[in-house]
């Protein structure tokens, strides 16, 4: 039997429950149940009896027995009911439940679990217009919620590579032996790798220690950085290039004596900690503008020029070899010399002579390498030139066509001039500045002194000026003659009549001669050089000599 009992606001009362229509709350239901009902009530309870025989005649399928107050007391006498009015229900001869006080919505609810538990509500008065806004207030049926993608990690490779195929049928056919054949097939594939691993594993391993062994050869990369200041023995601040400062520790493997504000150190590429020390801080420049062998050059192959060996032997290679006979006579020995003169009157091939005779540490610099395209790194090389040279002193600095940095200084706009101008001045401060170079001597060479600034050549900077000249007729025999030495000529070649005074001929122009005639001896496929290849190389090396000169007229 299903009983419904409609909503109400608030409890109803004895009163509301005597209207006829109330009861039709109580309903029957298809299938119902037998419920055996006995009350007692005393005194005023007596009105509730109406009520019973109401719901009795409502509800004409279920069987309540009523029993009178006699009757029901004996009931309740064996049932030890309470004096109190008391409604006990019974469910096929078994007590089900009772209710004390004559409680309205106990009673409802004894009902409805005696009845299994199939109570709801229906419209007050039993209208039925009224069940289709009953429905409109049913609860919806609960859903669960669209699952959210977000936050969630989407796994990456085919989910048949992580899960195996599950397997729904139950009873024995066809599709469940495919698809238990198919996973054996996925446990023999589990298995046989598993076995290439375990094969493969001693191989992993080989190539891992062979690994880390070579990662202790080759070692890992590291920073370099400046030490700005020593805070202790173990601490230091360094500076990064990208212009970071870190206060760092400092390795207990590392050389304190070599470390000094502003040196250049190895710092780990993960704690930044020092590690080492860059002894050799210089500009890679530097080091190719040192020469690891003396050039073939000797005083012998220079013909003539011996007013020039004798100078510079006493200004740069005397007071390197016997610096004594300079105390001893109570000078200072000459800081620098500077060659000019023509073009191709030997002064480089003068400058390799020395390098070849003297066992000093030779530095040979262009003035152009000096001019860099940033600010500030002409000086810088200017200044890490003579710091390896007194590093490796005796030294010999050579600097060919110093024209090209020092030059007159004069008012300009041109940030490159001014530049110039700033690596000059370094220059001047390493030649005659505060500190002593000791054993350091400069060589310049240039075509043009009359273009150079006066407070580059004057005395205690460069204090021997030496000059070249062209050769007269006795020192162009003699360069001829070391020219042609090596060379296979003819009888009719006269030397004496290849070089004459009136000619104009420097060393460089009489050794492109010879070199001439011996290609026109090859082109005539000719061993020996005649007369006339000399004859034809000299109108050559004249005629492209004056075109020079005439250009020079138009600028």
Request: aromatic share 6%.
């Amino acid at each position: 039997m299903r009983l419904r009992l409609a909503s109400y606001s608030t409890e109803p009362t004895i009163t509301e429950l005597r209207d006829t229509e109330m009861f039709a709350k109580f309903v029957n239901s298809e299938k119902p149940s037998v419920i055996d009902f006995y009350a007692t009530w005393c005194g005023p309870c007596k009105a509730i009896a109406p009520i019973f025989d109401k719901i009795a005649a409502a509800v004409p399928e279920a069987q309540f027995a009523r029993v009178d107050v006699d009757e029901a007391q004996d009931v309740a006498g064996k049932n030890e009911i309470s004096a109190m009015p008391t409604i006990l229900f019974f469910k096929n001869g078994e007590q089900s439940g009772k209710i004390v006080g004559a409680d309205l919505q106990q009673l409802v609810k004894l009902i409805e679990e005696n009845t299994g538990g199939q109570g709801a509500s229906l419209p007050g008065g039993g209208d039925p217009s009224k069940k289709k806004d009953d429905k409109k207030k049913e609860k919806p049926k609960y859903e669960p919620p669209v699952e959210s993608k977000f936050g969630k990690k989407r796994r990456k490779g085919p989910d048949t590579a992580v899960k195996l195929p599950s397997v729904h049928p139950s009873t024995r056919c066809k599709l469940k032996l495919l698809k238990l054949e198919r996973i054996k097939d996925h446990l023999l594939l589990e298995e046989e790798f598993i076995a290439n691993q375990e094969a493969f594993q001693p191989t992993e391993a080989r190539q891992a220690e062979e690994r880390e062994k070579v990662d202790e050869v080759r070692g890992y990369p590291m920073s370099i950085g400046t030490l700005e200041e020593i805070i202790d023995d173990d601490h230091g601040i360094v500076s990064t290039t990208a212009g970071s400062e870190y206060y760092v520790s400092i390795m207990s493997f590392v050389d304190k004596g070599l470390l000094e504000p502003g040196c250049s150190v190895l710092l780990h590429h993960k704690t930044v900690s020092i590690v080492g020390v860059l002894q050799d801080d210089a500009d890679p420049m530097v080091s190719v503008m040192k020469l690891e062998k003396s050039p073939t050059e000797s005083y012998s192959d220079i013909g003539g020029l011996e007013s020039q060996i004798q100078e510079i032997k006493e200004a740069v290679e005397l007071p390197l070899t016997h610096p004594e006979l300079y105390e001893e006579m109570g000078i200072k020995p000459p800081k620098g010399v500077i060659l000019y003169g023509a073009p191709g009157t030997g002064k480089t091939l003068l400058a390799k002579a020395v390098a070849n005779q003297t066992s000093a540490t030779f530095l040979r610099i262009v003035g152009s390498e000096l001019i860099q395209k940033y600010l500030g790194d002409g000086p810088r090389l200017c200044r890490q030139i003579f710091q390896i040279a007194g590093e490796l002193a005796p030294s010999i600095v050579f600097i060919d066509e110093i024209d090209a940095i020092g030059s007159k200084r004069y008012e300009s706009t041109s940030g490159g001039e001014r530049e110039i101008q700033r690596t000059m001045l370094e220059l001047l401060n390493q030649l005659d500045g505060f500190d002593d170079r000791g054993d350091i001597k400069v060589i310049m060479a240039t075509n043009k002194i009359e273009s150079l600034d006066p407070a580059l050549i004057r005395p205690g900077r460069i204090d021997r000026k030496i000059l070249f000249e062209n050769p007269d007729a006795n020192t162009k025999k003699k360069i001829l003659t070391i020219h042609t030495s090596k060379m296979n000529l003819s009888s009719d070649v006269n030397l004496d009549e290849l070089v004459t005074s009136k000619d104009d001929l420097s060393g460089a122009d009489i050794k492109a001669m010879c070199t001439e005639a011996g290609l026109l001896a090859l082109r005539e496929r000719r061993m020996q050089v005649k007369a006339e290849d000399f004859k034809t190389a000299k109108e050559r090396v004249l005629k492209n000599k004056v075109e020079e000169n005439l250009e020079g007229l138009y600028l």
